[in-house]
C-alpha cells in the first residue's frame, strides 16, 4: 500500500506561482509513476501531469504546458508539482495519483491517490 499525503495549496492572485508537494509513505516511490489531476467544482477531475518512475519523462495537459512543471525526489520519497503564472481557471482540487506501469492520463490507471489540496486563484 501507498499512502499519499498533498500538501502547498494555498490562495494566491493571478500571476502568481505555488509548489505542491505529494510525500509518500508505505512503499518508497522510485517505482511508481505519478499524475497529477485537478477537479474544479461542477466539472470532472482532469489530468495535469504525469511524471514516469522510469526515466523520468514528464507530460502535461495542453492548459498548463509552460506554467507546470513536475519533478520528483525519490530519496525524499516526494514529488512536486511548480504552478507559475496561475489563472483563475486553475482554481480547483489538486491530486496526486500513483500507478506501477508509466504514467496515463486517465484517473481509472491509477491505484493510489491522496486525498487533495485546493487551489485558489483570485483575480
Known amino acids: 500500500q501507498v499512502q499519499l499525503v498533498e500538501s502547498g495549496g494555498g490562495l494566491v492572485q493571478a500571476g502568481g506561482s505555488l509548489r505542491l508537494s505529494c510525500a509518500a509513505s508505505g512503499r518508497t516511490l522510485s517505482r511508481y509513476s505519478m499524475g497529477w489531476f485537478r477537479q474544479a467544482p461542477g466539472k470532472e477531475r482532469e489530468f495535469v501531469a504525469g511524471v514516469n518512475w522510469v526515466g523520468g519523462a514528464t507530460d502535461y495537459a495542453d492548459s498548463v504546458k509552460g506554467r507546470y512543471t513536475t519533478s520528483r525526489d525519490n530519496a525524499k520519497n516526494t514529488v512536486y508539482l511548480q504552478m507559475n503564472s496561475l489563472k483563475p481557471e486553475d482554481t480547483a482540487i489538486y491530486y496526486c495519483?500513483?500507478?506501477?506501469?508509466?504514467?496515463?492520463?486517465?484517473?481509472?490507471?491509477?491505484?493510489?491517490w491522496g486525498q487533495g489540496t485546493q487551489v485558489t486563484v483570485s483575480s
Open positions: 495519483a500513483a500507478r506501477r506501469e508509466l504514467f496515463r492520463n486517465s484517473d481509472s490507471a491509477y491505484d493510489y
